[in-house]
Structure formats: structure tokens, C-alpha cells
């Protein structure tokens, strides 16, 4: 079956502008994850979602960053006033439930220019 | 800070030979251990989890893990690599909630 998808692949934008991310996860998995990768590093965990609601935004660098996932599947991250350490790939992974295998998506690589 | 570490950051083998990536992590109590990999131009995949029992895990493509609790290891090993194992590798935990916490990753070269 299709597995999780994220568009755009690649987004450029200018510094202080606003973006907008989404994730469509495997159908049926009831949790969404968001996680951040910046070069020669691990991904980090940003947010992730149990359903409709954030269960853990603990990641998240600072308010201008946000996410929401208003009907349980697809979800969206949104960045305001982007800067320049915004740049990385932003990674999409869902799972049948929380704490089981995460399958991820190809990623979204944001620029900041 | 709980923290994953993979202490080779570049790896260089030739093919044949036997591979063992290192992962220790801080956690305390009852953590989950992945290792997952990702192939030049492809999304991260799983190669092997574990959750309890048998702490010498078997994944794909002949890979293996082994959880040592009282080293809070989990290194990864392959008898022997072939060219098209060449891939990131990451090593990363969690603890039964949804948050996987990586290491930066090791960066296997093999060659033909």
C-alpha cells in the first residue's frame, strides 16, 4: 500500500516569510510524527500526534513553529518568520499506534534563503 | 541530558568484511531499541527492532543487534557487507511513548 507522503519535496523561501508542510500518513495509523534533520545529525523529534491531538510537543524549537492534525490523518507544520536555522529536511513518520514501528516519509527539504 | 551515541561516525569496509556499529544510550529502565537505514536517495527504513526477550535481534538483509542492559548497548553487526549496504545507520530509542531519539548516525562506505 502507499506509504506515508509529504509535499512539497523541496521548499525555498526567504527569511521571515511564512511555510506551511504536510504529511499524509499511512492510512489507519492513528499516530503522526514530526521530526527535524539538519546535516551529518540524527532527526530530532519535534511533535507528535495520537489521533487529532498533540501528545508530545516537547520538540518544538519556539513558538514559531506550530502543527496540526485536524482530522486525524493528514497534518500540517507550520513555520512563521522563517530564519535561516529553520534550513533542514523536516521528516513525516506515522505508526499503528504509539511506541510501535515508525514508518517515514521522503521528507520535505525547507531553505531559508 | 538522555542522549543516543554512535561513536563511529564514518565507517570504510571492504566488501566481505564484518561490520559492528556501535549505539549506547542513557535511558534508564525499560527502553524500546531501533536501528533504522537510509539508502542513498531513499526514506529511513527499519532494519531491526527490540522491544524485550531475546536480546540478540534479527532484522533484513542479515543484519543483527544485540541488547546488552548492563552496557545499555545495542550495537549493530553483519558478518559480511556487500556493496549495496553502503547507507546511513541510525540507532535510536524510545520509551514506550512516541518519541524516537537518534543518534547522528553512522555513515557506512563499503567497497566493491
Known amino acids: 500500500g502507499a506509504g506515508v507522503s509529504q509535499t512539497p519535496s523541496n521548499k525555498v523561501t526567504e527569511k521571515g516569510k511564512y511555510v506551511e508542510l504536510r504529511c499524509d500518513p499511512i492510512s489507519g495509523h492513528t499516530a503522526l510524527y514530526w521530526y527535524r534533520q539538519s546535516l551529518g545529525q540524527g532527526p530530532e523529534f519535534l511533535i507528535y500526534f495520537q489521533g487529532t491531538g498533540a501528545a508530545d510537543d516537547s520538540g518544538l524549537p519556539n513558538d514559531r513553529f506550530f502543527a496540526v492534525r485536524p482530522e486525524g490523518s493528514v497534518s500540517t507544520l507550520k513555520i512563521q518568520r522563517t530564519e535561516r536555522g529553520d534550513s533542514a529536511v523536516y521528516l513525516c513518520a506515522s505508526s499503528a499506534s504509539q511506541g510501535n514501528e515508525q514508518f517515514f516519509g521522503p521528507g520535505t527539504r525547507l531553505t531559508v534563503l | 541530558a538522555q542522549s543516543v551515541s554512535q561513536h563511529n561516525h564514518h565507517v570504510i569496509l571492504s566488501e566481505a568484511a564484518s561490520l559492528e556499529l556501535g549505539c549506547n544510550y542513557s535511558y534508564g529502565g525499560t527502553v524500546n531499541l531501533f536501528w533504522y537505514v537510509q539508502y542513498p536517495g531513499q526514506h529511513l527504513q527499519l532494519l531491526l527492532k527490540y522491544f524485550s526477550g531475546d536480546p540478540l535481534v534479527k532484522g533484513i538483509k542479515g543484519f543483527e543487534a544485540e541488547f546488552i542492559k548492563s552496557k545499555f548497548s545495542f550495537n549493530l553487526r553483519k558478518p559480511s557487507v556487500q556493496w549495496s549496504d553502503t547507507a546511513e545507520y541510525f540507532c535510536?530509542?524510545?520509551?514506550?511513548?512516541?518519541?524516537?531519539?537518534f543518534g547522528q548516525g553512522t555513515t557506512l562506505q563499503v567497497k566493491p
Open positions: 535510536a530509542v524510545n520509551k514506550n511513548t512516541g518519541k524516537l531519539i
